[in-house]
T-cell receptor
Framework: DAKTTQPPSMDCAEGRAANLPCNHSTISGNEYVYWYRQIHSQGPQYIIHGLKNNETNEMASLIITEDRKSSTLILPHATLRDTAVYYCIVRVALRGSQGNLIFGKGTKLSVKP | EAGVTQFPSHSVIEKGQTVTLRCDPISGHDNLYWYRRVMGKEIKFLLHFVKESKQDESGMPNNRFLAERTGGTYSTLKVQPAELEDSGVYFC????????????FGSGTRLTVV
């Protein structure tokens, strides 16, 4: 079973920031928070990951609460092409570790004109 | 760099037939993973190769599924004989090391068993 909880769906206006929440209250100290998304009929796409510090890359920002029990993925200026299902996943990430990503149901983000 | 390539993109076969899916990972990626989404369900892990060795095959549903990665390059996933419940989308992914920087997924093979 997925160890994260996400809202099933969200809407966002084009050009506005999309803030996608995720609860992971049972996260362990050595588990990272990963975000992937799946645009219709494509494979999942890696977005960003973090351990405890906030992270930013060219796609998004990841804000992790101090107690690490929840996080928020931020798409700063959502476009129609960001419409997708977004998955929040927690996993241990060690060199040579097993690669089992546990996908839940994710959040279906609809970006509207 | 070229991404993860999967072939075929679609396959329709009859129940009882055999199908072989192929995955070409990103060059130099030792880690290769197979996942699948069957109708209405979540994406589930099938197995993980490190080079040519099976690191974890705990997600393989039964012995009708056989995965190989001869030479540690491309991988094949054979389903023999195929059943109706095998219909779904099969994804392959690859990564360097343990995947700390995330995996790169292919576009998947949509398998329909009729």
């Amino acid at each position: 079973d997925a160890k994260t909880t996400q809202p099933p769906s969200m809407d966002c206006a084009e050009g506005r920031a999309a803030n996608l929440p995720c609860n992971h209250s049972t996260i362990s100290g050595n588990e990272y928070v990963y975000w992937y998304r799946q645009i219709h009929s494509q494979g999942p796409q890696y977005i960003i990951h973090g351990l405890k510090n906030n992270e930013t890359n060219e796609m998004a920002s990841l804000i992790i609460t101090e107690d690490r029990k929840s996080s928020t993925l931020i798409l700063p200026h959502a476009t129609l092409r960001d419409t997708a299902v977004y998955y929040c996943i927690v996993r241990v990430a060690l060199r040579g570790s097993q690669g089992n990503l546990i996908f839940g149901k994710g959040t279906k983000l609809s970006v509207k004109p | 760099e070229a991404g993860v390539t999967q072939f075929p993109s679609h396959s329709v076969i009859e129940k009882g037939q055999t199908v072989t899916l192929r995955c070409d990972p990103i060059s130099g990626h030792d880690n290769l993973y197979w996942y699948r989404r069957v109708m209405g369900k979540e994406i589930k892990f099938l197995l993980h190769f490190v080079k040519e060795s099976k690191q974890d095959e705990s997600g393989m549903p039964n012995n009708r599924f056989l995965a190989e990665r001869t030479g540690g390059t491309y991988s094949t996933l054979k389903v023999q004989p195929a059943e109706l419940e095998d219909s779904g989308v099969y994804f392959c992914a690859s990564s360097q090391g343990g995947g700390l920087g995330g995996y790169t997924f292919g576009s998947g093979t949509r398998l329909t068993v009729v």
